[in-house]
Nanobody, 127 residues
Framework: QVQLVESGGGLVQAGGSLRLSCATS????????MGWFRQAPEKEREFVVA????????FYGDSVKGRFTISQDNAKNTVYLQMNNLQPEDTAVYYC????????????????????WGQGTQVTVSS
């Protein structure tokens, strides 16, 4: 059974940082495309960042480029999202997701192509 469990969310002031973790079981993170999405209240789920299986390419949403970084610890089967210079508009529930197989630069940004999802972790940024 595949499980993705996010942690590390919380309340932070604008300009601060948080690191989210996504612990995986039942799959090998390094053998899958791993991504982060977020959903703010009354908004659609938004692509944040993903690392592609195979070539290790990373793809970032325009709103987080230069501030967020995805990484993973293969020994721990865990994926991380380092978030710096957080702003109130980053407030959302953040979800970790895994996608099997080959992914194009377009499909890796598309939530409907992902196979597994975590339960989400809340990030709140105060101004």
């Amino acid at each position: 059974q595949v499980q993705l469990v996010e942690s590390g969310g919380g309340l932070v002031q604008a300009g601060g940082s948080l690191r989210l973790s996504c612990a995986t079981s039942g799959l090998i993170a390094s053998s899958n495309n791993m991504g982060w999405f977020r959903q703010a209240p009354e908004k659609e789920r938004e692509f944040v960042v993903a690392r592609r299986w195979g070539d290790g390419s990373t793809f970032y949403g325009d709103s987080v480029k230069g501030r967020f970084t995805i990484s993973q610890d293969n020994a721990k089967n865990t994926v991380y999202l380092q978030m710096n210079n957080l702003q109130p508009e980053d407030t959302a529930v953040y979800y970790c997701a895994a996608r099997r197989g080959l992914a194009s630069a377009q499909s890796i940004r598309t939530e409907s192509t992902y196979d597994y999802w975590g339960q989400g972790t809340q990030v709140t940024v105060s101004s």
